[in-house]
Nanobody, 123 residues
Framework: QGQLVESGGGLVQAGGSLTLSCTASGHIFEEYPAGWFRQAPGKESMFLAAITTGGRDTFYGQSVKGRFTISGDNAKNTVYLRMSSLTPEDTAVYYC????????????????WGQGTQVTVSS
């Protein structure tokens, strides 16, 4: 029920785009909101985006608003993060999460996590 697996990370040039996927082992995204975070070496975890069940509402961190888009496909038990206009500062491990309790912008609020996928943006 609670296993999340990210994919789609890799190496991309600055200015490029990449789409990450997060697939759940069950229908967790039908029950709970989903979100994306990232963590760069030596830096704290950063909230990127969240989406409510059914995709009715989306929320974004200030640093990625307008560049990143979160979406979901319940039929595939998958949530996506479309990233564009990437810069080297976007280099990090990207994590998806589900089931927030409290402040969704705080990592500790989320109950389910994937293992992460590395995104590296070259200059």
């Amino acid at each position: 029920q609670g296993q999340l697996v990210e994919s789609g990370g890799g190496l991309v040039q600055a200015g490029g785009s990449l789409t990450l996927s997060c697939t759940a082992s069950g229908h967790i995204f039908e029950e709970y909101p989903a979100g994306w975070f990232r963590q760069a070496p030596g830096k704290e975890s950063m909230f990127l985006a969240a989406i409510t069940t059914g995709g009715r509402d989306t929320f974004y961190g200030q640093s990625v608003k307008g560049r990143f888009t979160i979406s979901g496909d319940n039929a595939k038990n998958t949530v996506y993060l479309r990233m564009s206009s990437l810069t080297p500062e976007d280099t990090a491990v990207y994590y998806c999460a589900a089931d927030p309790d409290g402040d969704y912008q705080q990592r500790d609020a989320w109950h389910y996590w994937g293992q992460g996928t590395q995104v590296t943006v070259s200059s």
